[in-house]
């Protein structure tokens, strides 16, 4: 296999790019080659379109994400002499690249088909809390507030970014796989050391692997999970506004393709206070 961070480099100083065009290339280089190794001068369109929703999902800016699709097609097409694998305009057309949500029932299915309690809490916290799967693969078990019902959301160096909600639900799940652990990690789904949180390509198989077994075959991406999070809230009568703040989205308009989303959206389906404790 070539070396393709020096293929490039060179191919870029020989066609005059700019050196800013240049370092951000070859750093998303450095990032697929690390995420798919010796693999990385081999991929389907599938598994690059795969990725580039990662980054979607991850909550990557969308100059971000079209910067790395450029340096695909540079590295494919005139490092490797192939044909281009993004052809089109690419898979971020809109600011929130929205391919569709699941029902609430596909949901149930989903996190009901996945068999090991670890994953099948993240994939839970993704969906019930809106959370992206960054933010789930480095959360830190000291960011759960259970008492209260509320996740502390922060970034990969530990800062705090917003406040979301922890479901019922999760809170049970939580309780159950803080008990099963035995380790001392700080965070709540440690990886291969006790410093490292679980990588993000590693939720995304196990999202997989939960389709297959729920017998759902449409194209989905894990990133659906958080988009029927905003649209089920949104068809249940929450406000926009709380949405987008949950969901972290700092520009109002990005709420607008989960309204268009939520087809059965209605006021009319906001629970009554007093059902919360009267029954």
């Excluded at 991406?221 to 649209?231: D, E, I, N, P």
């Amino acid at each position: 296999m070539k070396d393709l961070i020096e293929e490039t480099r060179k191919l870029l100083h020989k066609k005059g790019r700019s050196p800013k065009t240049a370092n951000s290339y070859l750093s998303h280089i450095r990032r697929l080659k690390k995420t798919f190794n010796n693999k990385a001068d081999s991929l389907s369109t599938k598994e690059l379109k795969d990725y580039l929703e990662t980054l979607v999902d991850e909550g990557k800016s969308l100059s971000y994400i079209n910067q790395a699709q450029s340096a695909i097609r540079f590295l494919y097409t005139k490092v490797l002499q192939k044909e281009n694998p993004l052809p089109g305009p690419g898979v971020v057309s809109k600011k929130v690249p929205l391919h569709g949500v699941f029902t609430r029932e596909e949901v149930f299915s989903v996190l009901k088909n996945v068999d090991e309690l670890k994953y099948r809490l993240a994939l839970m916290l993704i969906y019930s809390s809106g959370l992206r799967v960054g933010e789930t693969a480095y959360l830190r078990t000291a960011s759960l507030d259970i008492p209260n019902r509320m996740i502390h959301v922060n970034d990969r160096e530990g800062e705090h970014i917003r406040d979301t909600i922890l479901s019922h639900a999760s809170a049970d799940l939580l309780r159950r796989y803080l008990d099963s652990r035995v380790d001392d990690s700080p965070y709540l789904f440690p990886g291969r050391g006790k410093s490292n949180f679980v990588s993000a390509r590693t939720i995304q198989r196990a999202f997989a692997e939960s389709l297959l077994q729920a017998g759902i075959k449409r194209h989905a991406t894990l990133g659906w999970l958080r988009h029927s999070f905003a649209v089920h809230l949104l068809e249940d009568g929450i406000d926009r506004n709380l949405v987008q703040r949950l969901l972290g989205i700092s520009t109002p308009s990005m709420i607008t393709p989960y309204l268009k989303l939520a087809k059965k959206r209605s006021p009319l389906r906001v629970q009554s206070p007093i059902d919360r404790f009267y029954h």
